[in-house]
């Protein structure tokens, strides 16, 4: 059951339905990523990994092929210290192995072993079992639709993250050109700092 509209004058400032969507995916957002829930996914599926790893090993199995940990962590727009944390976790548990860049012989890439590809699929399996067994009672056709909607909405908020705007609305309405950096400054910091 969804909690009473509130409104205020930050939520008047913006288009019909976007402060309820916000609120929706906040909700969303807490739901999936708690602690309780991460924990009875990973039961169910049979997989002992902390939240962390999760992204981590669908990230590879999507991916296909074996990734730079930078590229990881950019990707799942982490810093580099927590992949590297999780990949010699993941390595010592044997989901992963690090192997030569075929590119660049000083470089390495994190590739999935097949029990990390057999982890992703069982807490994907979970995870649709979990999903499936929560929206049962709803149309095919209103889960349908819902799927198209929530994967356009994270295509345009990717490419809005990409752009080059005043994302937050600082000098504007956001969306609109970044504010002029001062002088004697580059990149919003001062120079030589």
Request: proline share 8%.
């Amino acid at each position: 059951m969804s909690a009473p509209h509130s409104s205020s004058a930050v939520a008047d400032t913006h288009p019909a339905g976007v402060v309820e969507l916000e609120r929706g995916l906040t909700r969303v957002a807490h739901l999936l990523t708690r602690a309780r829930q991460h924990d009875r996914t990973v039961s169910a599926a049979g997989v002992p990994v902390d939240r962390a790893a999760v992204p981590l090993l669908r990230l590879l199995a999507e991916a296909g092929e074996p990734l730079r940990p930078g590229e990881i962590a950019q990707r799942l727009a982490v810093e580099a210290p927590h992949v590297t944390r999780q990949v010699q976790r993941l390595e010592k548990a044997g989901y992963l192995e690090r192997v030569p860049d075929p590119h660049d012989r000083r470089a390495q890439r994190v590739r999935l072993l097949p029990a990390g590809h057999d982890a992703v699929e069982a807490i994907r399996g979970a995870a649709l079992r979990w999903m499936s067994g929560a929206l049962a009672h709803w149309p095919a056709d209103d889960r349908e639709r819902l799927a198209v909607l929530v994967n356009r909405m994270i295509d345009d908020f990717l490419a809005y993250s990409a752009s080059e705007c005043d994302h937050f609305g600082i000098a504007g309405p956001p969306g609109g050109p970044l504010p002029a950096a001062p002088s004697g400054t580059r990149g919003g910091t001062a120079a030589g700092v």
